[in-house]
């Protein structure tokens, strides 16, 4: 499994903001995404792709609740050129901390 993108602690806030973001290394076939709200806040999620032909990114995964001290697998098995995770506080001014890891696997 090869690590692509880490963030030890991200503090949600009331937009998205950007918690992984990594290049995927061509002839990808499967990535995980793990996602771990730090026993603050809950969070939600949402994670976007881009290929190279496209001017904009393609919503890949809906939003997604992560409850306080909760955590969330999610695998990806479109070749994206680029991945992005990004989170928000799930209730307005009640921010979550956020840890992630998005790995290669095949």
Known sequence: ???????????????????????VPDGTQKMELYVK???VNAIKYKVL????FLYSSVEVKAETNVAKNDESLY???TPWDVIEVQIKSDVADTHGNVS???????
């Open 37 to 39: 709200e730090n026993n």
């Open 100 to 106: 992630g890891i998005l790995c290669k696997v095949l």
């Open 75 to 77: 695998e990806i098995t």
């Open 49 to 52: 792709g881009w290929f190279p």
């Open 1 to 23: 499994m090869q690590t692509l993108d880490l963030k030890e602690a991200q503090a949600s806030t009331n937009s998205y903001v950007k918690l992984l973001r990594a290049k």
